[in-house]
């Protein structure tokens, strides 16, 4: 079963940036939270529970259109580093991979459809996590997608479903429509102009929430941002996509007007801080995620704004995602020190942008021969 | 990652804090973190979970309301619930009824769910009914919107199960 998870690019069409709006939003995510009458919830569930739920959701998969063909992962039986590879490529969560690098718990899984945008996690802090996770900003079509899934598993299973309070979930906070809808945005020039803390406290006061890079409980690096709905109960599903999609357009919005600014009124100062950051890691020979994370989105703002020419916001998603510990790792083949992990790290940057990333600045002809870079 | 204030024991709790447009995370553990006494979050709706739930037991006390037992078909209590904020099972949230209602009222302003209708694997004609009623309202909002795709998937689904409501009389 590990070998279907070895293609390199595995749930990774996302990095493709094919998107509306994907130099700003890197990506949608539509997630449904689902439970199966009959069984406890996880703080009180059995093992043979989890089995049984497990079983119950692979044969119902193999009746659903969109799952079918797609992959089924039994993430007891996968080794640590595959478990958090798919971690790093948000196709599973911390809960799901187990804690302090101890396997999970058996009947933990993953099943997806062919192309991995569409998927549901089995038994993770609900049975049933349904998710899809799109390029760019397209909440309606995450959402119709994973209303489908929904759709054809729920015809099968017996939902948790209450007449009043609506589908219930393992913590109050996702009951209801049980629908969380979250998109990654790259705000670098509301940073820049300070501007930042007054639009999240906006987001915050129209009932949005917002996380890092890695949801619950994560730090803000590389200026990501995650936006998504607070309330689940009360409002219908197209109603919180809709809320969210219009206040996202909005930060989008304030996000360009930043870096207008910024261009009219401090281009020097831009100019020499983007091309600092490509410098960087174009020939740095060490480099921790987290600055990585950091120059990476100075090299992002650069293609935006088009002083970068030639290098694609694919070659940059790409560096985000290969560059985490476990990825590194991998590629290794073997477990890396700190001090490694920042060796191979700017070593895989160098080779990625050596031949996917070279940048002629206006005024500068380089020889084709002229530089080679290791 | 160890907490900010002692620097001792571990962050279990992390908090963003915007104060005069300055945003700034703390890192706490459990200790530090009720010494401060975490500020809730801005307005009724957006209150952080753990707040809520520490304030749930007070509320209802002064309610008069009884202590309720151990939910009969997965076993947790109420104290449990308090302590780490996940239920147990369906049942729980019958078991506790009048303290799920005021967190969810906190959290989400209201317990009225108005979205998605379930529709069970083997459903009565009620559910049926009720399942239509629901895609109706969604078929208007899609239209409204301009969402033609979806406009026609739900379409699609108010076909099947009028056919299928049909075949019942």
């Known amino acids: ?374 | 990652m160890l907490c900010d204030h002692c620097g001792d024991r571990e962050a279990v709790i992390h908090l963003t804090q915007i104060v005069n447009n300055q945003m700034s995370t703390y890192h706490l553990c459990e200790g530090c973190a009720a010494e401060k006494g975490l500020e809730p979050g801005v307005g009724a709706t957006n209150a952080a979970l753990s707040d809520v739930l520490a304030q749930m037991g007070k509320g209802l006390a002064a309610e008069g309301a009884r202590a309720v037992g151990p939910c009969a078909y997965c076993g947790m209590r109420l104290e449990d619930f308090k302590k780490t904020g996940r239920v147990g099972c369906s049942h729980c949230y019958v078991t506790f009824d009048a303290h799920l209602r005021t967190l969810l009222r906190r959290l989400h302003g209201g317990t009225q769910h108005v979205g998605k209708v379930y529709l069970p694997p083997d459903p009565t004609k009620e559910e049926c009914q009720e399942r239509l009623a629901g895609l109706r309202r969604k078929l208007e909002k899609a239209v409204e919107s301009e969402d033609f795709e979806r406009a026609a998937q739900i379409r699609d689904q108010i076909r099947d199960l009028e056919a299928a409501l049909e075949c019942w009389t």
């Open chain 1, 1 to 374: 079963m590990l070998d279907l998870i070895t293609p390199a690019d595995f749930g990774l069409g996302w990095l493709e940036a094919s998107g509306p709006h994907a130099d700003i939003v890197l990506s949608t995510r539509v997630r449904l939270a689902r439970n199966l009458q009959g069984y406890r919830f996880s703080p009180c569930i059995r093992e043979s529970e989890r089995e049984q739920i497990f079983e119950r959701v692979r044969r119902a998969a193999e009746q659903s259109e969109t799952l079918k063909g797609g992959v089924v992962l039994d993430l007891s039986t996968l080794d640590r580093v595959s478990r958090h590879v798919l971690l790093e490529r948000h196709l599973v969560s911390r809960e799901l991979v187990g804690e302090n690098g101890a396997a999970p718990p058996r009947g933990t899984g993953l099943i997806t459809a062919p192309g991995e945008q569409v998927g549901v996690m089995v038994n993770e802090e609900d049975h049933l996590r349904l998710q899809c996770l799109l390029s760019g900003l397209r909440l309606r079509e995450a959402y119709r997608l994973v209303d489908q899934l929904e759709e054809e598993l729920g015809s099968q299973l017996p939902f948790a479903y209450h007449h009043e309070f609506g589908y219930l979930t393992s913590c109050p906070t996702n009951v209801g429509t049980g629908l969380r809808a979250s998109v990654l945005v790259h705000l670098p020039g509301l940073v820049l102009i300070k501007e930042i803390g007054k639009v999240l406290q906006g987001i915050t006061q129209l009932g949005l929430t917002f996380r890092g890079l890695y949801g619950e409980g994560s730090e803000v690096v590389g200026n990501f941002f995650q936006i998504s709905n607070q309330t689940t109960l009360g409002k219908n599903e197209e109603d919180l996509i809709e809320h969210l999609e219009k206040v996202v357009r909005q930060v989008i919005q304030h996000e360009m007007q930043a870096r207008n600014t910024l261009m009219r009124d401090a281009r020097l100062v831009i100019e020499d801080k983007i091309w600092r950051a490509y410098g960087l890691l174009r020939y740095a020979r060490s480099l921790s995620f987290e600055e990585v994370m950091n120059l990476l989105s100075g090299v992002r703002l650069g293609v935006s704004v088009n002083l970068l020419p030639g290098l694609r916001v694919y070659t940059l998603n790409k560096i985000m995602v290969h560059t985490q510990p476990t990825h590194l790792e991998q590629a290794a083949g073997r477990s890396l020190s700190e001090a490694e992990s920042d060796l191979h790290r700017a070593t895989y940057v160098r080779r990625i942008l050596a031949t996917e990333g070279r940048v002629v600045a206006e005024g500068e002809r380089v020889g084709e021969t002229g530089e080679r870079q290791g």
